[in-house]
T-cell receptor
């Protein structure tokens, strides 16, 4: 069963634009929501994460917005750069493990 | 701090052979997770292990797949009698505690079955 739904599947943004990726989860026991960035041939690397006691977290150009009542969270990449081109995975973690969204392939055009 | 080490990076097996994938967690991490990633797809949870114990194997296929994390040495994901559909990237992650995130991933093992 898909516990974390992610959209869009792919995204093309012009350099300098804002990239927005959305995720929704089902299990209210999840208490940690990270985003991972994966470049081709590499393992996923933690980008930014949030816990449900806050509604927003910002680190540089990356911001997570979290809506606990709607069970949704999103990643915003401001001033997107070609170097941001990668696959992004949202995830939700509970006691036992972490479940991932299907991923979004982001392409930032110069 | 060497991070999560997976080997081999690439593995080619003929149909019917066995594949053994190894994962050494980060120093101080006693929780290991295995994920499978098919081309152009996301990460599918397979199994969660602590030292000498399988905690959750709900994502493991019922046949041919097994995992262990012995007291000494790396975690091993073993695939017996491989088939073409097993071709994928297999990622290992480790964490210092149960749940709560903090996962660090290895670079993966890319298995190709010919």
């Amino acid at each position: 069963q898909q516990q974390v739904k992610q959209s869009p599947q792919s995204l093309i943004v012009q350099k300098g634009g804002i990239s927005i990726i959305n995720c929704a989860y089902e299990n209210t026991a999840f208490d940690y929501f990270p985003w991972y960035q994966q470049f081709p041939g590499k393992g996923p690397a933690l980008l930014i994460a949030i816990r449900p006691d806050v509604s927003e977290k910002k680190e540089g150009r990356f911001t997570i917005s979290f809506n606990k009542s709607a069970k949704q969270f999103s990643l915003h990449i401001m001033d997107s750069q070609p170097g941001d081109s990668a696959t992004y995975f949202c995830a939700a973690s509970g006691v036992n493990d972490m479940r991932f969204g299907a991923g979004t392939r982001l392409t930032v055009k110069p | 701090n060497a991070g999560v080490m997976q080997n081999p990076r690439h593995l080619v097996r003929r149909r019917g052979q066995e594949a053994r994938l190894r994962c050494s967690p980060m120093k101080g991490h006693s929780h290991v997770y295995w994920y499978r990633q098919l081309p152009e797809e996301g990460l599918k949870f397979m199994v969660y292990l602590q030292k000498e114990n399988i905690i959750d194997e709900s994502g493991m296929p019922k046949e041919r797949f097994s995992a262990e994390f012995p007291k000494e040495g790396p975690s091993i994901l073993r695939i017996q009698q491989v088939v073409r559909g097993d071709s994928a990237a297999y990622f290992c992650a480790s964490s210092p505690a149960r749940g709560g995130g903090g996962y660090t991933f290895g670079s993966g093992t890319r298995l190709t079955v010919v």
